[in-house]
């Protein structure tokens, strides 16, 4: 498996500390705010990653922090009339609920910054008694010219850095890169005792002692969009290096930024979209097919348009399955029509079992390559449209039908590694048939119970009297209820049904 590092900018055979396990840290939320489109990309890209390694086989200690106090939360508070508390358990609680609907799985561990504030103080007190940080009237500064190579992962040179310095130097701060690692408070804020009197910590060092207390150093993949590889990233490495001597993390992973018709998104512009504003209006599979389109480093461009054509995907996909699904219930042991497919019978089976092989084997050569999740869904789709066209005939033999009962389960599972997990999205997403079924079934048969299923069977059972005894306008009121409820009578080589339009 390869991954391209930001530290080394290339890519590297992924080899984890400890065979089998990996240790793994995301940047999560400052929750002063729901999050936008572009954050919720950040967070699929590497909730797929995760999920990956683990089908991979490996056991993944996934951590991701919950920035809950800072200056964003502080202001919002003040102009709400609320606690800074108030603010970050409400919108820490709406960033949980959203990620659950797009089907990111919860982390291993998920810290809050106010509850590890012990763990901060005692890294910030190891960075000054290594000469790497020094306080200032309660406020603590890391100092960059202590660490030699600072800039190292961004590639920034430090001497440039300095002379760009535009910002009105702080005079108590030594060197003009030097940032907080601790802000004394400022009166009604919130604050911690400390051994520099009351304060809150800085956010570069919450994630250094999170990700130290969780997983110890070095860890194996430290994620985030790429907006945080600077300044944020550089310094939790300079912090944790400085501090323990030693490597930070071994691969650096960065996703890549969203753009909204390719224009940069901006609250100013007023393209500014926030993820459940968006779910209000598309499926979450569909948002998440669309951007697996994408390999996860490369800039993503959201539109309305591509929105709609990955929902037609989906669709397609879920059509599909749902083919292979009628065909193989249909089948009840006898062959369908051999004498008519001949050959071609045994090809077929033959044929749909290698694309179910090729497409195991594509999907892991793509996702093993730095995760090339387009790659992987290219493969999935060439697997489902070899089983639709499989089962075209209806399934001919009992051979056959395993085959068919392999490729849907094959698409449902790698969809799944995905985070594509269309048995959720069916369960509460789209029913199977619309509501008014039941009642065209009462209107037309007397119909007196309330399973959908059930009102399919009554109304194709009167379909075929009223064929029998050539009263075309009963069947013609039949199949006028079905299109006015977007439904349509299907006759196949397996059986009749009654499908979506
Ligand atoms: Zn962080």
């Not at 520099?196 to 993949?221: K, N, V």
Request: aromatic share 8%; net charge negative; with cysteine.
């Amino acid at each position: 498996m390869k991954v391209y590092n930001t530290l080394s900018r290339s890519k590297e055979e992924f080899v984890p500390r400890e065979p089998g396990k990996v240790g793994f840290y995301m940047c999560g939320p400052t929750v002063y705010n729901h999050i936008h489109i572009g954050n919720a990309r950040t967070f699929l890209s590497f909730d797929v990653i995760r999920r990956y390694l683990e089908f991979a086989g490996f056991e993944v200690n996934f951590v991701q922090n919950i920035t809950d106090v800072d200056d964003k939360i502080i202001n919002r508070a003040n102009e709400e009339g609320k606690t800074a508390a108030e603010i970050a358990a409400f919108y820490s609680r709406a960033f949980i609920d959203v990620m659950r609907a797009i089907g990111v799985k919860d982390p291993s561990i998920r810290p809050r910054a106010t509850e590890e504030i012990p763990a901060m103080i005692e890294t910030i007190t190891g960075l000054i008694e290594g000469g790497h940080a020094y306080e200032v009237e309660g406020d603590v500064y890391f100092s960059v010219r202590s660490y030699p190579e600072y800039g190292r992962l961004s590639g920034r040179d430090i001497e440039q850095l300095q002379s760009g310095a535009r910002v009105s130097v702080d005079p108590r701060k030594r060197d003009a890169l030097d940032f907080a690692l601790w802000k004394a408070a400022k009166p009604g804020e919130p604050f911690w005792e400390s051994p520099w009197g009351q304060g809150r910590p800085g956010w570069h060092i919450e994630c250094t002692a999170m990700s130290e207390r969780y997983l110890g150093t070095p860890f194996d993949i430290h994620g985030g969009g790429d907006d945080l590889v600077f300044p944020h990233h550089e310094n939790e490495l300079a912090q944790s290096e400085a501090c323990s001597g030693h490597l930070f993390v071994k691969y650096w992973l960065h996703g890549g930024m969203l753009t909204i018709d390719h224009e940069k998104m901006s609250k100013s512009e007023g393209n500014f979209l926030l993820l459940k504003d968006v779910l209000e209006h598309v499926r979450p599979q569909a948002l998440r097919l669309l951007m697996l389109q994408t390999h996860y480093r490369s800039p993503f461009d959201y539109s309305v348009e591509r929105l709609h054509e990955a929902t037609s995907a989906l669709e397609r996909i879920e059509s599909a399955l749902r083919n292979l699904s009628w065909a193989i219930e249909s089948y009840a042991g006898v062959a369908v029509a051999p004498n008519d497919l001949g050959d071609k019978s045994v090809s077929w089976t033959g044929d749909l079992l290698a694309r179910i092989e090729a497409t195991r084997e594509q999907f892991k050569v793509h996702m093993d390559d730095d995760f090339n999740t387009a790659g992987a869904v290219s493969a999935i789709f060439e697997l489902v449209s070899a089983g639709n066209s499989s089962v075209k005939d209806g399934i001919y033999g009992e051979t056959h039908r395993l085959a068919v009962i392999e490729a849907h389960d094959t698409i449902l599972e790698l969809l799944v590694v995905l985070g594509v997990n269309l048995l959720a999205d069916t369960g509460e997403g789209e029913p199977a048939y619309p509501d008014g079924l039941v009642d065209l079934a009462a209107e037309l048969t007397g119909f007196v119970g309330d399973d959908p299923a059930e009102a399919v069977d009554v109304l194709l059972g009167l379909r075929i009297e009223a064929r029998a005894a050539k009263n075309w306008s009963l069947a013609d009121s039949i199949r006028d209820g079905l299109t006015e409820l977007g439904l349509v009578i299907e006759d196949t080589a397996s059986g009749t049904r009654i499908v979506r339009k």
